[in-house]
């Protein structure tokens, strides 16, 4: 059940549970699991690794590392991996980690300490292209009907409001996770996460902080290492109009992705779905509206 109920305090020094999801990362995975496990201390650190059915044996070097928690899913999207991850978890604090990261010493302090206020719901910090690394963004919002995410620039030194967090990597207090729902199941492979979940949060009455003083690498591809169909891009889009959206925005939001080859197939896949049960619930339990966020940031959609 989503609700709008605010988090207790965080402990002074808080645990956190690094949630990442892989599949067929290659030597990309174990760079990023060194990576976390040599810039986290032990004593306040869980990591859980969700192969989600890799079939290049990227994940045999994990039997070797006990601290690490390995579970397996059948493919099941980015959506369900992570809440497959997330519900492994037993830190105050989730951090969902792409597996094609790199992250810099104390990466956790300056989110942990947003997190501490109980009206922030999920903080991201900077990214940067671990390939070319002047190309940084800090959060995203959308562009127009087909629902488009676009970086940001970086506005001063301190947290600042963004409508759009990256999740590739997003930190949010465990009980907040829990209280709001995590990812949304109904969202298939992989595409348009970022935005519900972040579009979500802000509607409950959440804030979303990205973090300037702190940039984490990413490796950015041109496609994914797996069979990754576009349909589902459409899918997730759709479905977000559809659950979060009045009927004058939803409209243009179906206009514009009936320009996509994609979309008869991604639009019976979302009716195939429970879209008003899913609406139904949100309404209840949101305190704005989707007119309210897209003024809020001055979002034309």
Same mark, same amino acid.
């Given at each position: ?8 305090? #965080? ?22 699991? /060194?990576?976390?496990?040599?810039? #986290?201390p032990a004593k306040h650190r869980q990591v859980i690794v969700v192969d989600d059915d890799s079939t290049d044996l990227s994940t045999a070097f994990l039997a070797d590392l006990p601290e690490i928690l390995v579970v397996r899913s059948p493919g099941i999207g980015v959506a369900r991996a992570r809440n497959y991850g997330?519900?492994?978890?037993? &830190? ?39 390939? +070319? ?5 800090? &959060?995203?919002?959308?562009?127009? @009907? ?14 600042? $409001?963004?409508?759009?967090?990256? &999740? ?16 949304? @199941? =109904?969202?298939?492979?992989? =595409? ?21 003083? #702190?940039?984490? &690498? ?22 977000? *109009?559809?659950?979060?959206? =009045? $009927?004058?925005?939803? +409209? !243009? ?8 080859? /994609? ?14 049960? !899913? !609406? *139904? +619930?949100?309404?209840?339990?949101? $305190? ?14």
């Amino acid at each position: 059940m989503l609700t709008g109920e605010r988090p207790g305090a #965080l402990p002074i020094a808080p645990t956190v549970s690094v949630v990442i999801i892989t599949r067929n990362e290659g030597p990309e995975l174990q760079a990023t699991t /060194s990576n976390v496990l040599a810039t #986290l201390p032990a004593k306040h650190r869980q990591v859980i690794v969700v192969d989600d059915d890799s079939t290049d044996l990227s994940t045999a070097f994990l039997a070797d590392l006990p601290e690490i928690l390995v579970v397996r899913s059948p493919g099941i999207g980015v959506a369900r991996a992570r809440n497959y991850g997330a519900s492994q978890a037993t &830190g105050d604090v989730i951090v969902f980690v792409d597996a094609h990261m790199r992250m810099p010493e104390g990466w956790h302090d300056p989110l942990v300490e947003a997190l501490r206020d109980p009206h922030v719901g999920a903080v991201a910090p900077g990214i940067y292209s671990i390939t +070319e690394p002047k190309c940084r963004g800090f &959060g995203l919002d959308l562009t127009g @009907p087909e629902l488009k995410a676009r970086w940001l620039h970086k506005e001063g030194s301190t947290p600042s $409001r963004v409508p759009i967090l990256p &999740g590739c990597f997003l930190a949010m207090r465990r009980d907040t996770y829990r209280d709001t729902g995590g990812y949304d @199941p =109904g969202m298939q492979q992989l =595409g348009g996460n970022d935005p519900e979940l972040s579009c979500r949060l802000w509607l409950l009455g959440y804030e979303l902080l990205v973090v300037p003083e #702190l940039e984490i &690498g990413h490796l950015f591809r041109t496609a994914a290492p797996y069979p990754a169909r576009w349909t589902s891009v459409v899918h997730n889009r759709l479905r977000m *109009a559809f659950v979060h959206f =009045g $009927r004058g925005r939803v +409209e !243009r939001v179906t206009r514009a992705l009936r320009a996509y080859d /994609s979309f008869p197939a991604a639009l019976a896949m979302m009716l195939d779905t429970e879209v008003d049960a !899913r !609406r *139904a +619930e949100i309404v209840r339990a949101r $305190r704005f509206d989707d007119d309210w966020f897209f003024q809020r940031f001055a979002i034309t959609c």
